[in-house]
Every structure is written in C-alpha cells, then in structure tokens.
DNA sequence: TGCCAGGAAGCCG
DNA sequence: CGGCTTCATGGC
C-alpha cells in the first residue's frame, strides 16, 4: 500500500521516542508490530511511504494508526510563522513526526518500564515481556517471527519472581499492579480514551508506579489526548535552556503534545542522541 | 567507577 | 507543598 504525505516520516517516528516496537531493518525501512500484525514500512520518497499490508488493512488499521487523517502540516505552518524561534526550527525539523494511536494498553505497560531508563533499554525490556508472555506469530509476507504485546488478563497473572528474571528492575510489582487493575476492570482505558486528558491523568495515577509525567505519556501516546504535555528529563532541559523555565504549553491550547513531541525530538538531535 | 536514563514512592520539615 | 533518598538495571 503506498501512500502520499508531507508529515509522515518513519525514522523521525520511530526514533520519537514514543512507541518502543518500531525498528530500522535496512536504510529507508522499519518493521513495526502493533495489534498482534508485522509490517513493514519503506520511506520511499520524502513524502512516499510503501506499507506491507492489505489495502483494507490500511483503510480499517493503519490509517488510523498513524492518524493520517489529522493536517500535521497546518501544525508545523503554524508554528513556522510564529515568533517562537526555537519551535520554528523544531516544528521544521521534526515535521514528519506523526502522534501514533496506539494500544492504550501496550502505552500504559511500556511507559511504566520507561521510567528511569533510556530508549534502547525500554525496548530490550518490553521484547522480552513480549517473548516470555506474549504469542509467537509468523508474518508470512516477510518470513519473519514476532511476538505480541501480551494481553491485561495474562500479564495480570504473571508471578513476580518470573518477571524478576526479565531484569525489569523495580518495576515490576507496579506492571503487575497495573495489569490488574485493567483486568478487573478497576480502569476502563477505553472509557479513559473519551473523557478528558485531565480526568484520564487523574485515573491513571492512581495505579502506583504512574506519576505525573508517564501519565501524561499515555494520555498522550495511548489515548490521543494531545493536549497532554509530558516533561521528562529532557524536556526540562529545553524548558530550562531555551525558555527560562517560563514556557507555557497553553499557548499551544488543545495540542501541546504535538509541540512536545517536536521540542522533545529537536532537543535530543541537538545533543546528539539518535535512539 | 560514578553518572545518567522519556521517574515515582516514601519520608521529612 | 517542596526537597531529599531510594529503588534495579545497563551503557558509557
């Protein structure tokens, strides 16, 4: 499936730091597993992108994925004709980069692992929750063997000691904390997914292990609200270097996560970080 | 070896 | 409320 667009750059997306599942397999080409599938993806052109998959998968699954119906571009105009220079260059250099809608789930458990670790170190972790309880899949387009994210109810009754041996480190009584308050219904993330950001924050706090900024995360990231606006270690920097401490995301009112997202990939480029 | 990573909980004042 | 310490683990 081949599909045109100015704002949909796969490496930009992928090393956004907001989904932990997406590769680099060769130059211009990703593998992604979401939804227990496999793609690939092959950045074929600036803005020519060729998935591997149906056209109806694209039209009920990816497109909405990769929210390819929402005008990234009026975003990065927007922010290029604003007197902001360090989001002009941001917004300019990030334009590609897409806010994913992505298992609610799968963000919670993943941004649960991230706390205290680097990109690189998160993947590691959340591969080998998806080898050890996760189903072993073939994508036979590609050959390739996979593993899915697993599901609420068999994290939920995994053994602490077992997850010990996945050297989650501290985290892993909050994941199992978290699966089952899922499980059993105590969070409904689909309900979560319509209420407000601020409503979904206050809920998902009151798992332990979920403080304010990876709440955020998975408003942002695994129910789309994007007026969320995470500050981790890195957005401190560019909040404190760039800003005075004196940025305020409501100037960015209903889409601040986006803004974040550009400062978030723009900060890390300039310190050369490139996972 | 000490410091850092898409932090949060527990405790203290 | 704000500041300090501790919590596993891996990479540099």
Known sequence: MRIRNKNFDIKQ??????????DPISENKHSLIAFDRYIELEQ????????SCSKTDYEFIWKDYFDLDFDYGSIVGKLNSDSDEFLKAA????????????????TLISFIISQNKNIPSIKVCIERI???????????????????????????EAK????????????????????????????????LKICSHDEAVKALKSIKGIGDKVANCISLF??????????????????????????????????????????????????????
Not at 134 to 155: A, C, Q
Not at 253 to 269: D, K, P, T
């Open 13 to 22: 997306i992928a090393e956004s730091g907001q989904c932990f599942r997406m």
């Open 222 to 275: 695994g129910l789309h609200h994007i007026e969320a606006f995470p500050i981790d270690v890195w957005m401190k920097r560019v909040l404190s270097e760039y800003y005075q401490d004196k940025f305020d995301p409501e100037k960015y009112s209903g889409y601040a996560g986006i803004v974040q997202q550009y400062m978030f990939y723009y900060i890390r480029h300039i310190h050369g970080v490139s996972n």
């Open 130 to 156: 998806c080898e050890t309880y996760g189903n072993r899949m073939k994508d036979n387009k590609s050959g390739r063997d996979y593993y899915t994210f697993p599901t609420p109810i068999v994290l939920a």
């Open 160 to 191: 602490k000691e077992d997850l010990r041996a996945l050297k989650l480190g501290y985290r892993d009584e909050y994941i199992i904390g978290a699966a089952r308050a899922v499980a059993v219904g105590d969070i409904d993330l689909n309900a």
């Open 91 to 106: 917004s300019s250099f990030g334009r590609g980069i897409r806010i994913l809608r992505q298992d609610p789930f799968e």
């Open 44 to 51: 074929v052109e600036e803005d020519l992108i060729d998935i």
